[in-house]
């Protein structure tokens, strides 16, 4: 049985809830997730993602860095987060330009805490502006 050399406490990032949790490590690698009791928001308690949906972290699969297809067709090549980010706004931009401000929508995440959706409904509303936002409430 593997034995964690290091336990990190921190937050499922599952939900907005908030639960908190301890990640068990062994060579950096998570080998198990359990709930903390020492809490208000979760008493010790995960759902099934919360405590087992951790695979991804690991995975070769898993981007890492911005890909940006410079061509049509052509194979997308990583990037540096300010050319990904300056690449969307220009697009965002320009589509607002083009076709007004309610031609863009914009899709907040139960995944996000209630303050990051806050924020991300006054970009699209005070910036772009649009009222086309959405929400998602399924995980």
Not at 27 to 35: E, M, N, Q, S, T
Not at 84 to 109: K, T
Request: glycine content about 8%; some cysteine.
């Amino acid at each position: 049985m593997l034995h964690a050399d290091r336990l990190v406490h921190t937050t499922c990032p599952y939900c907005g809830v908030g639960c908190q949790i301890d990640l068990h490590l062994h060579d950096g690698v998570i080998f198990r997730v359990a709930g903390r009791y020492d809490n208000k928001v979760n008493f010790g308690n995960l759902c099934v993602k919360g405590r087992f949906g951790y695979d991804y972290v690991h995975s070769p699969d898993r981007l890492d860095t911005p890909l940006i297809r410079h061509r049509r067709r052509a194979e997308p090549q990583p990037s540096g987060w300010d050319e990904a980010l300056d690449l969307v706004a220009g697009r965002l931009e320009a589509i607002r330009r083009e076709h007004g401000p309610e031609s863009i929508a914009v899709l907040v995440s139960a995944k996000c805490t209630n303050e990051e959706n806050y924020l991300l409904q006054k970009l699209a509303r005070a910036v772009i502006g649009t009222n086309s936002v959405d929400h998602c409430a399924r995980l």
